[in-house]
């Protein structure tokens, strides 16, 4: 079996572009704001990248670079001034934080009504009441990837591959709310390999470069490979072993250019989602 190809690039420039519409016809600029401390080169990528994105989909970006010295009592300054600041629908806290700043108590800071990020336990509530409202961007885009692919989730055994707060966790609330058989696996989990076999879609979020190996894939089976490795000798690989595993599969995404671009295309749906809502 050869796979389906989950073009992520191609479903988000048609996200980006339907974004960039609603906004012209939204007749007014919504507002996103990202803040970067300290100068980690990813992240510093991450952030233009994101800029970039939102002023092409006509969006408002404003970047806001602190050194990494700024103590959590600024950072908290700053985002009440952008809690109060109407020209701002979106705000977003690019992680990781350096040492000594208190992640949770930034993101609890921000109004979740401009958690555009999903991260605020508010908004992690409605999700897992399985009433979502701002989603995290990542899973989202997965959700986004199966539904124009015509992935049938309902009944669908689902294994979620990582339980972190930022992709494992919300991604299994969003396939169980789409009624699929959720099974969340870690690294405490036995036998992830037998774990893995039973699902008929495997969303692997782990970090670990190319773990995931052909046998550990049911035939037919849908992988989405969320993980961004950045190998020794600079090339950029999954979670996934995609030669092997494209051989198996019935469909999986690609690193770069799957899961990735999709991450981005539906920040700038929530940042537009929350103008919607604020305005
Ligand atoms: P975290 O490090 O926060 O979480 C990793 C998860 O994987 C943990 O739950 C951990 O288990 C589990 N894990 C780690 N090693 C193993 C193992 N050997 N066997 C089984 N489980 C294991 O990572 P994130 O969730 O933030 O990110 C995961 C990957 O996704 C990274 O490569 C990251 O770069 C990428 N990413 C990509 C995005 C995109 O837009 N494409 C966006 C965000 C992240 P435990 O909890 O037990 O420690």
């Not at 300054?77 to 600041?85: F, R, S, T, Y």
């Not at 999903?118 to 701002?134: D, I």
């Not at 989990?189 to 970090?207: F, N, W």
């Amino acid at each position: 079996m050869t796979a389906r190809l989950i073009d992520g690039k191609a479903v988000a420039a048609t996200l980006r572009a339907e974004v960039a519409a609603k906004v012209r016809a939204a007749g007014f600029t919504p507002g996103l704001a990202v803040i970067l401390v300290g100068g980690d080169p990813a992240s510093s990528v991450y952030v233009r990248t994101k800029d970039r994105a939102a002023r092409e989909a006509g969006i408002e970006a404003r970047t806001i670079r602190l050194p990494a010295e700024t103590t959590q009592s600024d950072l908290l300054g700053i985002i009440q001034a952008l809690n109060e600041d109407p020209a701002i629908d979106g705000i977003l806290v690019q992680l990781p934080l350096p040492r000594g700043i208190d992640a949770q108590a930034v993101i609890e800071a921000i109004d979740p009504a401009k958690d555009v990020d999903g991260f605020h336990p508010v908004n992690v509530g409605h999700l897992a009441s399985g009433r979502p409202t701002l989603v995290p961007c990542t899973p989202l885009g997965v959700m986004k990837l199966l539904r124009v692919m015509g992935i049938e989730t309902s009944g669908a055994r689902a294994v979620v591959l990582g339980r972190s707060a930022i992709v494992g966790r919300p991604m299994a609330s969003l396939l169980l709310t789409a009624d699929a058989t959720v099974t969340i696996a870690h690294s405490r989990t036995r036998d992830l390999p037998a774990e893995c076999r039973g699902a008929d879609i495997l969303v692997a979020a782990v970090g670990r470069p190319e773990m995931v190996r052909a046998d550990w894939i049911k035939p037919g089976a849908t992988v989405i490979d969320v993980g961004i490795n950045r190998l020794p000798d600079g090339r950029l690989v999954g979670d996934v072993a995609f030669e092997s595993c494209s051989a198996v599969a019935g469909a999986i995404t690609p690193v770069p250019g799957g899961v990735g671009p999709m991450t981005v295309a539906c920040l700038l749906e929530n940042t537009l989602t929350a103008a919607l809502r604020r305005r």
